[in-house]
């Protein structure tokens, strides 16, 4: 049996659906480590919040919160080092993996405010001394609500809040009959009987494949509504002519205040207007993600928007965590809801995320709701063929719906029946003929330039090629890198065995791709810092050393002394800078903005 190895992209690699699950936690993440601890703690005071951020969280930091959640008094900072077991083995050079994994599980938990920090003054045991000892203990708002959660326990003080804050899938076997009798509220025993799960599944896959049709620009019978194409345009995934000017005109500098610009002109666009909205760099990556990460693309910037427009962010977040804790193809009454989520019904539903008739006093969360705070979703559709694919894309070798042929002569051959695929293959290649389970068309230089005047890199078509090419090509790619790995080793070439690639698509063709799109980018535009005059070349080649050594410098000029730094890496060369004050009493730069 040989003993090559798998080359990087091969069939038994499955990095897609992780990589898709990090980006979308990533994304909600980020958004609620930037919130304030007063708002934090009105969102512990939900029991389905405290449950969804307690899903978003890194493996060792749920560890954690379980070992400190029936502790009702703080314990030793020292006992977290005890329960985790650092491997000597992974230690590389000064780094230690586990403990760096310790401390960002740490990190996150102390962001979100779940984690408290105590220090109190002690007699140390052997010298007798006092000394600081730090302690940690769990937010005791957020302890009692997950505590609530895990065990079902429904206190009478909750009443004073919505019924609607309680987690269905906690509180029994999902038999409304069977659960606690305060929990009977939330269910409307009228609703409609003929609302079937899969009448359910039909409705939203309509409403979600509508939207990501109008943003290849396939022709759609129902247009979204101005709700949906307000938030398309406010999240940078499409934009009107008039941006893409400006945009042109700023050469590519976007002003800090463009998504509120964006907003108030699009809040006075009336439907027509709306309809000219075309498709983005950042709109086709969103084609890109998973179907639970595009979810929580729009519904972060819908969270964002809802602050603009001044809707209470706590009950925002707290109605769309209850979401993922709902029954899927139960319904549930709306006159428990807040006025802020009866204004989130209407554009929920527009989404696909609810259903909701006209006058009707029931609503019914749909499989894109219910499967928001999950780890992974096996909800499955025609308008997920491409995101399934990129998460296995060679899952289903028998049908290769969706596979793509490429020639070297850029001749482009695609089986696939999905409207959405082809449309989304009609943005950078000219199609010629359709057939019944197959797309032919050709790869030029117009339709390229084409995509790339869209917005959309070379990056992005090259790595979406490869994600959709053929079985039969990987499976050539994957013999033609065994034959040369195994060459390269046995004349000993190390090096070349360090630059071998898994190339699946013919390299003409990534290289034409690729030329194509420097023929456009020329200039690039970065917003930074300049740096310059200094006072002496110590200064220069200290701060010059440190920004390479961290990835900041995006320009250089040693002969004239000076260099260009990113804007987010700015203010860490600065304290970088005044730490060689306090220790050189050497003169630093600031640098100028551009």
């Not at 070992?67 to 020292?78: I, K, R």
């Not at 002690?122 to 010298?127: F, K, L, R, S």
């Not at 049908?399 to 020639?407: D, S, V």
């Not at 080649?541 to 390479?548: F, P, Q």
Request: net charge negative; charged share 20%.
């Amino acid at each position: 049996m040989s003993s090559t190895p798998q080359p990087p992209g091969s069939a038994s690699t499955n990095i897609g659906e992780d990589t898709n699950v990090d980006l979308f936690k990533s994304t909600i993440n980020e958004y609620l480590d930037n919130l304030p601890e007063t708002v934090h703690q009105q969102l512990f005071q939900s029991r389905e919040t405290c449950l969804a951020i307690f899903r978003l969280l890194p493996a060792l930091s749920k560890f954690y919160i379980m070992s400190l959640l029936f502790h009702d008094t703080s314990v030793p900072y020292s006992d977290l080092n005890r329960w985790v077991k650092s491997n000597k083995a992974d230690v590389k050079g000064h780094q230690n993996p586990t403990k760096i994994y310790q401390n960002d599980s740490v990190k996150r938990l102390k962001s979100l405010h779940i984690l408290k920090e105590i220090k109190r003054q002690m007699i140390h045991p052997v010298t007798k001394q006092p000394t600081i000892i730090l302690f940690v203990q769990l937010n005791e708002i957020f302890r009692q609500s997950f505590r609530d959660a895990l065990t079902g326990f429904l206190p009478h003080s909750s009443q004073d809040q919505t019924n609607l804050t309680i987690a269905l899938s906690i509180a029994g076997s999902g038999n409304k009959n069977d659960t606690n009798p305060n929990i009977k509220t939330m269910f409307d025993d009228d609703a409609d009987n003929n609302i079937t799960i899969e009448y359910l599944d039909r409705y939203c896959l309509n409403k979600w494949e509508n939207i990501l049709h109008f943003m290849v620009g396939t022709e759609v019978k129902d247009i979204p509504s101005v709700g949906v194409l307000t938030l398309l345009r406010f999240s940078g995934l499409m934009e009107l002519p008039s941006d893409r000017e400006r945009r042109d005109m700023m050469n590519g500098i976007i002003d800090d205040d463009k998504e509120y610009d964006a907003y108030a002109d699009v809040e006075r666009k009336p439907l027509h207007i709306l309809k000219q909205l075309m498709i983005t760099k950042n709109g086709f990556q969103f084609l890109l993600q998973e179907i639970s990460s595009q979810i929580w693309t729009l519904l972060i910037q819908y969270l964002i928007m809802a602050e603009k427009l001044q809707l209470n962010p706590v009950d925002v977040l707290n109605f769309i965590f209850l979401l993922g804790s709902l029954e899927l193809g139960q319904g549930y009454a709306i006159e428990n809801l807040s006025k802020t989520q009866l204004i989130m019904l209407d554009d929920l539903q527009d989404y696909g995320l609810i259903y909701h008739e006209k006058d009707s006093s029931v609503f019914y969360p749909t499989r894109l709701a219910t499967s928001l705070t999950s780890e992974s979703s096996s909800f499955k559709n025609a308008s997920t063929a491409i995101d399934q694919e990129i998460a296995n894309p060679r899952a289903d070798k028998a049908t290769n719906n969706g596979a793509i042929i490429i020639e070297t002569n850029f001749k482009i051959y695609c089986y696939t029946t999905s409207p959405l695929q082809i449309a989304i293959l009609n943005i950078f290649c000219h199609l010629r003929a359709r057939f019944s389970n197959l797309v032919t068309g050709v790869i030029t230089r117009e339709s390229v330039r084409s995509a790339l005047r869209n917005g959309i890199t070379s990056t992005q078509i090259i790595n979406y090629l490869e994600a959709h090419a053929h079985s039969g090509m990987v499976e050539m790619a994957e013999a033609e890198y065994n034959k040369k790995y195994e060459f390269e080793s046995s004349i000993g070439n190390t090096q070349a065995l360090e630059q071998m690639k898994l190339e699946i698509l013919p390299p003409t063709v990534v290289d034409q791709i690729k030329l194509w799109q420097l023929e456009l980018d020329r200039v690039q535009a970065f917003k930074g810092y300049l740096y310059k005059d200094f006072s002496n070349d110590f200064e220069f080649e200290k701060l010059l050393s440190y920004g390479e050594d961290i990835g900041v410098i995006l320009w250089k000029d040693k002969i004239k002394r000076k260099f260009f730094v990113s804007q987010e890496g700015n203010p860490q060369l600065i304290d970088y800078a005044n730490k060689i004050i306090r220790n050189n009493t050497t003169p630093s730069r600031t640098g100028t903005p551009i």
